[in-house]
């Protein structure tokens, strides 16, 4: 028996290499490895024949936009031509996500409906999302490392526009090859995509040094709103809809890695009320602390590590308070 957890991806390969025309999608609010995951398996299906669309709840992020993205490759809800594409495309590629709501408001309805074949690829636990292939692979470091290797146990060759993408989410979501999952495979397998074609230097640069200036701006006061509890093994980035005004998620992106940088920090959260009364919250702990179970409480999930909730008409100081207790259970386990 073979023991490596991507064993069964040539099998899967060779499914999906039957489609004429699928469909790729990843999560809502796209990160590196949701937009290098399905840019990467795109380049991929391209280079063999295989003609591909991408269909996303949200366009490409301003420092990801660097990455290959043909024309009309990529749809979102505002494209008259998505409806068309749905319904001529045989299968669908779901990547970096394990809940159907994470494909986002206007994509979901065409998920649910679709009457082609469906796959799913991702690295999060505990999948609820239905599909005829599921390939969970929660030991990946990133969605972009099962596509990767994909392409790698079936053969392909992987092109310098594929080896971009699929680098880049890989770099990402190990947090620049820092997190637990850094592991000398991941390391092997970023070197085997430079080969490829990759360019480590300008990725890192393009991808990290893109912040806006009004963003560095409300960094300043995201920090200037830190706050600590039980000792300074939790820290909290608070911030409210007058602080947001006029920004974006976007805007925030990585700002929760600062809670985690403090001496002492176990968890980390940075926790935001927007203008439509939801409150979002994305947590960090320390590899022998977990984060998950919180954000399952408010209905959201991810990873032990890293996890996140999105609270439709949330109260903030209640969820504030909420997260404090639950983060205090998990400090003192
Ligand atoms: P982030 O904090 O960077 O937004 O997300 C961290 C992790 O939590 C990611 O793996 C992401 O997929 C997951 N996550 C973030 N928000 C949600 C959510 O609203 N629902 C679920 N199920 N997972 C989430
Ligand atoms: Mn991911």
Known sequence: MNSSPYHLLPTVWNELQTFKHVLISAHLDPDGDSIGSTLGL???????????TIVHQHPVPKNLEFLSIPEKAYLTPSDPEIENVVSMADAWCVLDLNAPQRLGPDIRPFYDSFAGHTFVFDHHVEPSITAHSLTVIT?????????????????????????????????????????????????????TLIDCGA?????????????SFSSVKLLGKALNNVQVEHDGSLVLMIMRKE??????????EGFVNYTLSITGAKIGGLITEWPDETVKMSLRAKPQFEVRSITEHFGGGGHMQAAGARVKQGNLE????????????????
């Open 318 to 333: 209640e969820i504030v308070k909420t997260i404090i207790s639950m983060a205090g259970q998990s400090i003192n386990k």
């Open 42 to 52: 795109y380049h991929l299906l391209k280079s063999q024949g295989i003609q591909a």
């Open 199 to 211: 360019d480590p230097v300008m990725i890192y640069d393009k991808v990290m040094n893109a912040q």
């Open 243 to 252: 602080d947001l005004e006029g920004y974006s998620s976007e805007d925030l």
């Open 139 to 191: 030991e990946a470091s990133s969605t972009c490392e099962i596509i990767a290797r994909l392409a790698l146990t079936s053969n392909l060759s992987i092109s310098k526009d594929a080896a971009q993408c699929l680098y880049t989410g890989i770099m990402t979501d190990t947090g620049g090859f820092r997190h637990p999952r850094t592991t000398a495979d991941v390391m092997r397998l970023a070197a």
